[in-house]
């Protein structure tokens, strides 16, 4: 499942985004702050950033060069009221993929958004690696000391996140956030319970509990 991470502070927007989004298959987290995109896509855990230049605490181009300074290759669409040449200009010169500008019909917004999905990145990692489990984020297999294995769309993304941060623990809110794509009750069990389903087809002592804290991958 494809991870969108939505960089809007505008709340109605943002919604009709991610509602969009979700319906249509993919897996969208808002942020509303630049320091919160960065932050969010240093991770490795989405496919394409929607990027909103007027954000409350920074201008979106600072964002986009940050996280093009830090080595963060994903796709990135602009979404923006702005509509002179120069910004557009300026945003696909620093790094932005696709520039939409607002208003926009969410039907023009997700053809961009499956367009860059598909376009190929140089240097693309496609293949993730640790203590002998191995995921094909392309053909989405999945083995286990060489055996093929099933996963379910949320396993996958599951694991997939744990993957890219091997030896990292992930607290249970980032897991929600990555891979539910929204604000879950705290109080809820979904996160472990889908640890347990997937230890079972990984192995027990891959998945480690870290008391008080949540989960890494023992890679």
Known sequence: MSRVLIVEDEERIASFVRKGLTASG???????TGGEAVDYAVTGGFDLMLLDL?????????VLRRVRALGVDIPVVILTARDGVRDTVTGLEIGADDYVTKPFRFEELL???????RTERPGALTVLEAGGLSLD??????????????L???E???????MRHPGQVLTRQQMLSHVWGYDHDPGSNVVDVFVRTLRRKVGQDRIITVRGM???LDG
């Open 26 to 32: 993919f897996t969208a987290t808002v942020v509303g």
């Open 54 to 62: 007027g954000l409350p605490d920074t201008d979106g181009f600072d």
């Open 111 to 117: 053809a961009r958004v499956r367009l860059r999905m």
């Open 137 to 150: 984020l392309r053909t989405r297999r999945v083995s286990v000391d060489g055996t093929a294995t099933d």
């Open 152 to 154: 379910t769309a949320r």
């Open 156 to 162: 996958f993304a599951l694991l997939e996140l744990l």
């Open 214 to 216: 949540g989960y890494r």
